[in-house]
């Protein structure tokens, strides 16, 4: 087998709670703003109320034409950033990573045919897998392969991981990895009927009770190709934990044997690892094991970092948007503070970092876990000097 | 090289009026322990990847890579009549089994293997797409062996089936869980 080649992040987007573009939301996380609100669902038999981070676009909550007008602003901005040839973004693989795709469309015709015909509606009108990639074809003339990974909320980072390794290969030069999530009725009342919802994210802490869930799309542009500085995803790794179907294992074992995978993936020791971008969801048994992993994968601990309190958990999107908005910062010259984890928890030893700090060249590990045991770890370099 | 250890499809035609067949017999001689929350989707993916599998030496870390253009149907319909028709919060399992991977989570449990476990979706090539992350993992040499399959539910009645699907009336409906077991030629 030829040297893997390297794979670098061209350009990225991003649309979240903190802003309506990367820009926006860079300068917002630099101002440690925190945009959770409440929503409640109506017309449930239970009320379903919780805070939420929804992109501040003004428009309803469930409008359906919010999908397509964020998945193809955020690919757009991501192309026009790197400045492709018209060919090149025909040509151009698409990897989407998403728990829910275009639930919230299917819900809302469901609806509609209740309302308007009751004996004719039937349930899920709408699957949802090839709708992103179609918007994309129909939109921006995005017309190469699409894989769609449903992975929980390792899906996108799954589609980064396999993205870059097949540009690694050199099956392709370049690849465009989408995280999309938009609030959808099926996600908060299932979450709600989880009990998992908190009310204030606080990833690590001793006084950590849950996930508050949030909306974004996000877009990075994987390529061979990239101007000098630009960050480099040197690989990762994926493993599946059979402990549970919900929660990941509270020994750490699995997402330790993850890490180093990634780092011999990767080419790198422990000990290069300059931060960590945690998965860090603020629910209990999670961050126990992300915790019981990091101790047992290094001697000593470089600065945590979470992105949770600023995005709310995008889910499956997660992947990309947490990369774009922490390459962002680094880049930028900073590892970004959160606010909410203040109470060392005894039994996990660690706490994310609470106000910012200079970010030096080198590598950095960014975690993703998700239901089904499915685990991924990816590694970056920022350039030094 | 990579070379084809083991295959196995099972495909069933469904036809107008019949209820899809109970798979509990076929499967229970397959199952590790009985998976109390699986669906028709997993119950698919279950009796593929564990009839591909038999007679196999798998490695613990044997990567999994399940595609389909549809997903787990069934329980996504009885998950959105629940809370759009009933007004309902969805059942936890339900909700849990709307994801795709969730299959992937009681086949690696059940064929006790821990790589990468992957769901992907393409509406045209949902097995293709499997194959080229199959490959991409055995060709970096990060995994010896992978578990490909691809897995469609039909679902009742077909009259709405054909309608979601986009199907003509009358268009043959069926369920399938058609599996390969990748290696190397040593």
Redesign the interface.
Known sequence: ?NQ?LPVYVRASSLSCALGLDLAQSLAALQRGEVNARPIELN????P?RMPYYRIPDGMDLFDVSRFETWVCKAAAAALQEAQLSAAEIAGLPIFIGS?SFT?NE??TL??RA?DQDPAG?????V?G??QIADALRKNLNLSG????????CTASA?GLL?AA??I??G?YDQALVLGVELAN??TL??????QLVADVLRPFDLRRNGIVLGEGVGAVLLSRQAPVGALRLRGG??????FS??TANPDGG?IARLLQEAFQ?SGIQAADLRAIKAHGTGSPMNDTGEAAAIHQSLTALPPLCTLKPYLGHTLGACGVNELALFGAALQAGFLPGAPGSTEMDPALRILPLHQAQAAPGGSYLLNYF?????NTALIVEKAAG | MIKVSAQFQYRHGVQEGESLPSLESALQPLLKEHFRRADRFIQLALLGSARCAQGQNLLPGCGLYLASATGPMGNNITLQQQLVRDRLLPKPFNFINTLGSSSGYYVAKNLGISGPNLFVSRRQGALQAALALAETDLSLGLVAQAMVGVVEECTLPLADHRARLGLGAGSPAFESSEWQLLGFDR
């Open positions: 087998m893997p017309g449930l038999a239970e379903v728990s639930i299917s819900e469901y609806r209740l509606a039937y349930g899920l009108p699957i897998y090839q392969e699409s894989f769609a990974f449903n992975t929980a799954n396999y390794r097949m690694s290969l099956r009725r099926t009342a299932g979450f709600s009927g989880l790794a994926s493993n599946s934990d059979s179907v919900t699995v993936n998700g239901f089904g045991g499915s």
